[in-house]
């Protein structure tokens, strides 16, 4: 336990590597126990940082001001530290494959700049085997130590879950792995300075890697099944909300609800699995389908959007849409991996001028990535076609009232449509207003 005993005292730092939705929380707690490095190689992410401003929305401005983090971009840093936290992205390639390159150029850093009797931490969603496999040739190499001996290595995935506001870092079990026993206790003794709800050993770092990947493919399989219903209904004209609602009253139903599926994890990980299982010659079959159903669900949004406003008689090609919601999930900044994005694109493809309103989406992120101005909500005026991807808190706070602002004065013979895929209205009081409206 002396690695750990050193951070404890603060005679070494504790290194986060990523600062990003996972490491900046990570980096911010550990911040409040013992002497801390946040490093990131994005100047222009740790300006902003530095400056109290907290873009993802997870820690808050006023923790960000206050920290005793040390942000910084100098890899030269990481040799002040003896124990390394890796937390950079893992994305798939366009072809959905896993694309390494994040983590692997990390352990390169962090493998020029290790120190001898150091332990580095993973916490990136991998597939099993790259922390020993991929990342410790590349720690050997660039430190010209040996794994071991001269520094250990472990995993601690990641369970973060952006924008929730209840399961938050200190009450969610963190699970931990190490490469023997003691590097194990290291790292166990070291999160249980911010993880309030404590910790599980896994019993190899393999097991560790896997868990994370399966825990988002079985809320991936789940989902997809549910938006599989939701196909299947809209053909039958039934609602799928009343459908979950009524099997919801047995003890045992899952509480899952269909909807768009993306972010960095659900619409990812999957695909972690699906690649190494096939790689040793095991060919998914219902991970892989779930990961189809949920891919093509935005095409299925978007063929409903346009067949309600044909059914309302609207001119679809000079109608005046707007896209409530562009982020990959509710209250949450990021608009990565986000299926609201593949909403927008098809409507597009359309020759429709599409809008968007998100109030939680980085006005800055979102010019720069669709060369558009995202529009105030207060804004929205003459809709023929409200189309809700996200059930942000403030679209939520709506009322019926809000919604006839935003819509234009109806002509005798067309309805104007309300798309709601979250569920977020009441579908009698929509239709009883005379609006067009079709949900999951």
């Not at 009343?242 to 990812?268: Q, R, S």
């Not at 346009?306 to 001119?315: A, G």
């Not at 309300?418 to 949900?439: A, P, T, V």
Request: net charge neutral; hydrophobic share 40%; charged share 25%.
């Amino acid at each position: 336990m002396e690695i750990f005993e050193r951070i404890r005292m603060k005679k070494d730092f504790l290194a986060v590597v990523g600062l990003g939705y996972v490491g900046l929380p990570v980096a911010i707690a550990f911040a409040e126990k013992v002497k801390t490095l946040g490093f990131d190689t994005n100047q222009e992410k740790i300006n902003v940082y530095k400056k109290g401003i907290d873009p993802t929305k997870e820690i808050g401005d006023e923790k960000i001001q206050s920290t005793a983090l040390n942000f910084t971009t100098d890899p030269t840093r990481l040799r002040e530290a003896k124990f390394i936290i890796v937390a950079v992205p893992t994305p798939v390639n366009g072809d959905k494959t896993p694309d390494l390159a994040p983590i692997v150029n990390a352990s390169k850093i962090v493998g020029q700049n290790l120190s001898k009797d150091s332990i580095v931490v993973f916490e990136s969603t991998v597939y099993p085997g790259v922390t020993e496999d991929v990342c410790v040739p590349i720690l050997e190499k660039e430190s010209n130590l040996v794994c071991g001996k001269d520094f250990k290595i472990g995993y601690s995935p990641e369970r973060i879950n952006p924008g929730d506001r209840v399961h938050k870092l200190e009450n969610i079990q963190k699970i931990v792995s190490g490469m023997d026993e003691e590097t194990v206790e290291n790292i166990a003794a070291a999160y249980e300075l911010i993880i309030q709800a404590g910790v599980y050993k896994a019993p190899s770092i393999k097991v560790a890697e896997a868990t994370k990947l399966v825990e988002n493919a079985q809320r991936d399989i789940n989902i997809a099944f549910m938006n599989e219903l939701a196909m299947a209904f809209n053909r039958m004209g039934i609602n799928t909300k009343e459908v979950i609602d009524a099997m919801n009253t047995k003890w045992n139903a899952l509480g899952f609800y269909p909807g768009l599926v993306g972010g960095h994890c659900i619409g990812v990980d999957p695909y972690y699995f699906i690649y190494q299982a096939e790689v040793l010659g095991y060919h998914s079959q219902i991970i892989a389908a779930g990961r189809k159903v949920n891919d093509n669900m935005g095409l299925f949004v978007t063929d409903n959007v346009i067949k309600k406003m044909i059914q309302s008689d609207i001119n679809v090609k000079k109608s005046n849409v707007y896209i409530m919601g562009i982020t990959f999930k509710e209250n949450c900044p990021d608009m990565r991996n986000s299926k609201a994005v593949d909403v927008f694109k098809y409507l597009a493809s359309y020759g429709i001028k599409v809008k968007v309103v998100d109030p939680v989406a980085d006005k800055a992120e979102f010019k720069k990535e669709f060369n558009m101005e995202l529009v105030d909500i207060k804004d929205v005026r003459n809709a023929d076609c409200l189309v809700f991807l996200v059930a942000h808190q403030q679209f939520k706070d709506l009322q019926i009232e809000d919604l006839e602002s935003m819509l234009k004065q109806q002509k005798q013979q067309t309805k104007h449509v309300i798309i709601d895929i979250k569920n977020i209205f009441d579908k009698k009081n929509i239709e009883e207003k005379g609006y067009s409206y079709w949900s999951l």
